[in-house]
């Protein structure tokens, strides 16, 4: 019998942004601002949350870590993206491409369960308020986002062994601005039917649990809020959770519009913009929402900057 001769794949080419390269020049200009904007601001909720007594309430604890997963997204995908685009293409390792993924897929799931504990202590703030803080208590929401990480651990850890087994033996392009699951899984020469179903139900833990968390949540605060008797206490009421509603709407619809809906029909062109808006503009926009549409944080800001005029 003669073996059979197959080249095995070490490195991978992404092609980016292919056929916008006419307007490199722009593209680069825009991810540059995004990233400058994403860094600045989400590391200003996390230095005023920090710095302020006023803002040391388990939503602003869990706020810093909603920024803190912003900042690690956008910084593991924007700098590769930009080198990608500026060469009109770029290679990556295997095991860089792994690494990319293990970190962008904390940060994604680090936010889809972040987001659903901020819609419960929303609940809990409104529902329960008089039994809020002994609840929420520091303690509790710690254990909160420590589980959040064992959980997300265990499903990233999970991936990457199955991932580690896959062959790579035929193309090694990949049509994206970053390594993502799908691609990787298109590439591959092996049986990938098992890694398709461990996807599948772990898309249903971080994807559609968190959903029906956040949902479910809002379903009580929005039957206590209409349980107030005047508009002025229900808008009052409802505005604490305006902005994480906001994010909320943005992210998941995004994520469940990539990840959930089946791919067959989908252009590279609709799946790479859909990415382009939970991978870098989410990221930017969600301290905007929060300063804008928070009133604590705006005073906070409005301090800083009277601070620094004085000295």
């Known amino acids: 019998m003669h073996a059979i001769n197959k080249t095995i794949i070490t490195e991978f080419l992404l092609l980016g942004f292919q056929n916008l390269q006419s307007f490199k020049i722009l593209i680069l200009f825009f991810f540059l601002i995004f990233y400058f904007v994403t860094v600045c601001g989400n590391l200003l909720i996390i230095c005023l949350v920090v710095t302020n007594s006023s803002l040391q309430s388990p939503m602003y604890f869990f706020l810093t870590h909603l920024s803190i997963s912003d900042l690690l997204l956008t910084t593991v995908i924007v700098p590769n993206t930009l080198y990608i685009t500026y060469n009109e293409g770029g290679t990556m390792s295997f095991l860089g491409c792994l690494t990319q993924f293990s970190f962008y897929a904390f940060s994604e799931v680090s936010e889809c369960f972040v987001l659903s504990i901020m819609a419960y202590d929303r609940y809990m703030a409104i529902c329960k308020p008089l039994r809020y803080s002994t609840l929420m208590n520091p303690v509790v929401c ?26 790579f033996c035929g193309p090694n392009i990949i049509d994206h601005f970053f390594c993502d699951l799908v691609p990787l899984m298109e590439l591959s020469c092996s049986d990938t039917y098992y890694l398709e179903v461990n996807i599948y139900i772990w898309s ?7 959903f029906l968390i956040i949902t479910g949540s809002y379903v009580y605060i929005i039957q206590a809020v209409l349980r107030i008797s005047t508009t002025s206490g229900r808008w009052k009421t409802f505005s604490t959770c305006s902005s994480h509603l906001t994010v909320v709407c943005i992210f998941f619809g995004t994520v469940i519009g990539n990840y959930l809906v089946p791919a067959k029909g989908k252009s590279l062109t609709v799946s790479k913009s859909i990415s382009l808006l939970y991978t870098v503009v989410t990221p930017m926009i969600n301290p905007i929402i929060y300063s804008l549409r928070n009133r604590d944080i705006k005073e906070a800001i409005k301090k800083l900057c009277k601070i620094n005029i004085s000295n």
């Open 142 to 167: 710690i254990k909160m986002i420590i589980i959040s990480w064992i959980l997300i651990l265990c499903m990233i850890l999970t991936e990457m062994l199955s991932i580690t087994k896959l062959n």
């Open 204 to 210: 249903i833990v971080i994807i559609l649990f968190p």
